[in-house]
């Protein structure tokens, strides 16, 4: 139902293998799942794609679970069906209790309500909070 | 600018005027930023949205700048211009480094290119990922 | 400060001159906004943005009011600051009193709420909402 | 297929039976959707947004029929599947003729174009249309 | 599952049933897409958005296929399912190779996540790209 | 009024100065637009996005020109105020025609206007559509 068939391992090209292989490398399991399987007839795209998310969502300033949260709340905002369930449970992985992720989704909820009513009354910014 | 005039504190209803005073309060500022001041014409509304406002951003399961990190990557990715401003304003009030910022937009950045990425793509959701 | 420059009066070519002509007889005013001058580039464009918008926002099953309060809640969850000026201006030319425009605000920042819970869930329809 | 399971009225803690028997009451009807069945995981979510929603669509300045038109033409431009689903089924049991949902949908095609076109050729606000 | 029903070829009026015939006889195929089948409730919407597409989507400055790939982006942004599955369809009937599509994905993501990038920034734009 | 400085060439880390060095070579210009002057701050995320730009928007299997004026498009339905403004600059250097840039309004209004009539009537995907 993807607008590209769904690659097995075996239709992968041989760069799209080896960035598999660092897929279930690093996250230390065998499933890969379907985003990669659909990108993976672009294998640069595919390669590009997975090195900067690697990075990007490695231990940092921010822990990995609150930024698969905050993953999680830009997908939700998009309307991402595919990307709401994948951060879901990958925030679940990461620990994300319900507690927590009933906490994300106020937020979320207010966020959205706020950022519209915002741009309906185009409040302009307040000097404080200019740089 | 905005669609409505923002109310100075000599122009609020009783009843606004009320929402501001619990503004203050709980801020410990005098400070009471536009957003309020245009949402003051409409005092029920003033109120609803300050009352879930405080409940929705208090210490809970996740940290109030957790919460204020979830809404810049909102508001960032909703385009609002006074709400990316406010509540990145607010995230480094409570403790938001430059390192943090930082990881927080490769985050954002991340999460708008693969959610459109697999808006483009259709991609199904694995049956690993439902609940 | 557009990315094309807002064409005057004596700027338009014969066929952009004859929709503005319509413009001011449509709306009975000699005023002709920002929008109209910069689509004005393109003659055809411009024909055919003010033809459709004549009909769609013509009195109908939905009278001219609530057609401009829809363009309004629309234009504010999509961010568009122009459009958010341009059509509560006209809704409250065609009658919109502050106390509709609370109610528009409320509904609009209940949906977008909602909007995004839903979303981030991925609530199924119900079978009773289906067609 | 949500992100969490739905509710059934058995699983139901105390809290979220209440706010249950209050949407049965003031519906006047027996079936509960599946938005609150998936909130229903976090009663204090399911609550708050219960109650704003029960304030925010009764009669007021608009009627329920305006505000159930407005939320559709909102879901649908946030491109909400569920949303599109409950609130057009909602829109019709409060009245929303074909006619009008032909309107609507005239309305909401048109106010996204032009948007979209105001957007990418950044028109400067008009004076006239500032408060 | 659309919130109208997909009429079929008997099922149109007749107003409906010629718009059906400058389809077929435009695109010289026998098929007509979904989309058409639930716009054909509201014959006047139906002709408004076909003969606009018509025009819109014929050889011009830009070709035709170009024009595809700016709706697949458009689609893909907006998060709409329908569309991307049908104006992908479409670019590929017009030419839209592999390598053409993988560039369109690159670009799409890249543009989304600057997009953000810029919106969480709030950079302002330099005298040099004013017209 | 950005939510950080706009770095001057003196301010930079020698970091973001190489990054800035390349970004003149590619360019063959002296002028560094804001959008990199605000991320300088990150100079791993100034360096990860330029690189990234560099190899996406290069001339391949679709032209420089064609590919910016998907920028242009995706930007436009985000609202993103600066990258209008960069993007349309940027095609108009590739050679973009006010009859190119007429016709891509129209492509990009029509997609709105299609993807909202589509999101609202969730209308299903064709089998025909379907890899």
Not at 7 to 20: K, M, N, Y
Not at 25 to 31: N, Q
Not at 42 to 62: C, F, Q
Request: glycine residues 4%; negative net charge.
């Amino acid at each position: 139902m993807a607008t590209v068939s769904l690659l097995s391992d075996e239709q992968l090209t041989p760069e799209a293998r080896a960035v598999f292989d660092d897929i279930r490398a690093v996250r230390g399991a065998e499933f890969v799942n379907n985003f990669w399987r659909a990108l993976a007839h672009d294998p640069a795209l595919l390669r590009a794609t997975w090195e900067r998310l690697k990075v990007v969502m490695a231990p940092g300033a921010l822990d990995p679970l609150v930024k698969e949260m905050l993953y999680v709340a830009v997908s939700a905002s998009n309307g991402c069906e595919y990307c709401a369930h994948s951060h879901t449970a990958s925030a679940r992985a990461k620990g994300m209790t319900p507690e927590m992720y009933g906490e994300l989704l106020a937020v979320l909820g207010m966020a959205n309500q706020t950022n519209a009513l915002a741009s309906a009354l185009q409040v302009p910014v307040d000097d404080a909070f200019k740089e």
